[in-house]
């Protein structure tokens, strides 16, 4: 970089000041920013989402404490909101990055720095260039250094800084909602492990009767001891199964602690699995609502904005930079003689500094800055596309479901009616224990996979919330009950 410097001297600057200040505001309010100005890319959309049947408010404009009724998860939530490592990590993110904006502001504001010296050995002869310090001088100055904006450098900086926060902050909205979606997850996961458990309780009673009898059977030569063996074979399934829902139940205790950001401790539990409700008729909105919702989203157009004021900021990079420099201070070989008429001295004037040498790397700089661009742009193209795809599979994941919960009921209820059967027809000598032990086995799976039904159907609801963005008011950074956000603000 060299540097061309026109100084001039304290009197020159007095008189000519009045011409050059109103040059310099002229100069800047006629200069433009370099590279190119944002605009949202032309998104493709569909003019509604191909699995909707219902038309009508999204149920995203639902708080999450009015979809998720149960009183118990809506503790166990503010608890997260208000204890979660992550979310706090994301809180600090954004004050850095609000931090990080202040500075980039600053440089709008001239440089100004406190400049002194005081001979440590003496001075040698009294050495002193007329009207400037020198090493062997006692002086004190101020140094004023304001770089003139004409190209843009600094408001593409601010701007790029400005959509960094507001990424950020995106960030932290995004996983709200994911902690929010995860929490409820997880609940319904220990509610459906729950019932599941007094499923396999209940099995596990009937196989311990079921053996006990084989076994008096078996001595009074009524069976074989294949019918014994297979009786206890089912019997060992369903401790093997009992023993499985154990672990799972603590393992998934221990994970909704980690996320409520608390030591492995018991969850409490409120409504059983069947009595959570769910909305009769989910309605989604609109494909394009997304764009403004969607905290991925939005983040990922901000750090395309960001990426495309970086264009501006490498590019008026390659031009020279224009600054009022100046200092003004006071110098003398003799400490006493510091402050006396005549040893002052000052200078004022433009900077000019332009790229010579390396004007090459700062053309390879702006290539960089533009491929990053494109790579932001990318970015934003594919996070629509997945949340796009996310809300087709949670619309289908719901409406599938619910047939399948229904279909296992009818199910449950069929084979309910078989196992009486087969203990009459049993208990009348038509057949033998084996078709009530095949009813028993296939009443206990039904009940199990219908468990499973009633936590899908849940669970669905809560990832379609998530994936059309929901549980946000445009108004409020976070979408957090009163209760929680007083709360909060105590923290604070």
């Avoid at 949202?40 to 009508?56: I, N, Q, Y």
């Avoid at 039904?453 to 409020?476: I, K, Y």
Wanted: charged share 20%.
């Amino acid at each position: 970089m060299s540097r061309i410097s026109a100084i001039l001297s304290a009197r020159s600057w007095n008189n000519d000041r009045t011409h050059i200040l109103p040059l310099c505001v002229s100069l800047l309010l006629a200069s433009c920013a370099m590279g190119p100005d944002y605009s949202r890319p032309p998104v493709d959309l569909a003019e509604k989402f191909r699995m909707t049947e219902v038309e009508g408010p999204s149920i995203a404009n639902l708080p999450w404490w009015e979809l998720l009724r149960d009183e118990v998860l809506q503790r166990l939530i503010r608890q997260a909101l208000l204890g979660n490592k992550e979310l706090k990590a994301a809180a600090a993110s954004v004050d850095e990055l609000q931090a990080r904006l202040g500075m980039a502001r600053m440089d709008f504001v001239p440089d100004m720095r406190i400049d002194a010296n005081a001979p440590a050995f003496g001075t040698l002869g009294g050495f002193r260039q007329p009207g400037f310090p020198t090493p062997y001088n006692y002086f004190g100055q101020t140094i004023l250094n304001w770089e003139l904006d004409f190209w843009g450098r600094i408001r593409r900086a601010n701007e790029a800084a400005r959509a960094d926060l507001v990424a950020r902050e995106e960030s932290r909205r995004a996983i709200v909602l994911t902690l929010v979606s995860a929490v409820a997850h997880s609940y319904f996961d220990l509610l459906q492990f729950d019932m599941q458990l007094d499923i396999a309780r209940r099995a596990l009673h009937s196989w311990d009767e079921s053996v006990a009898i084989s076994r008096a059977q078996l001595q009074g030569g009524l069976i074989s001891r294949l019918d014994l063996d297979q009786f206890e074979a089912e019997h060992a399934r369903a401790a093997a199964r009992l023993a499985e829902l154990e672990r799972q139940t603590a393992q998934k205790q221990n994970e909704l602690s980690v996320l409520l950001g608390s030591i492995p401790a018991p969850i409490p539990r409120g409504l059983v699995l069947t009595k959570q409700l769910v909305p009769p008729e989910i309605p989604v909105g609109l494909p394009s609502d997304l764009l403004q919702r969607r905290p991925d989203i939005l983040e990922a157009e901000q750090q395309l904005v960001a990426a495309t004021a970086r264009i501006g900021v490498a590019k008026a990079s390659r031009f020279p930079k224009f600054s009022l420099t100046g200092f003004l201070g006071v110098s003398s070989p003799a400490l006493s003689n510091l402050l006396q008429s005549g040893s002052e001295f000052g200078a004022g004037g433009l900077g000019l500094a332009g790229p010579l040498l390396n004007s090459q790397t700062l053309g390879f700089e702006q290539r960089a800055a533009e491929a990053q661009a494109r790579q932001a742009l990318a970015k934003y193209e594919q996070t629509i596309l997945v949340a796009l795809q996310e809300v087709e599979d949670a619309l289908i994941a719901i409406r599938t479901a619910s047939d399948q919960r229904s279909a296992k009921l009818r199910q449950v209820e069929a084979l309910q009616s078989a196992l009486r059967i087969a203990n009459l027809r049993y208990e009348s000598g038509i057949t033998s224990y084996v078709d009530v032990l095949l009813a028993k086995r296939n009443l206990f799976d039904a009940e199990f996979d219908l468990m499973s039904m009633h936590r899908l159907h849940l669970v669905s609801v809560v990832q379609l919330f998530r994936a059309l963005g929901g549980g946000w008011n445009p108004d409020e950074a976070l979408s957090l009950p009163p209760a929680v956000t007083r709360e909060i603000s105590y923290e604070n």
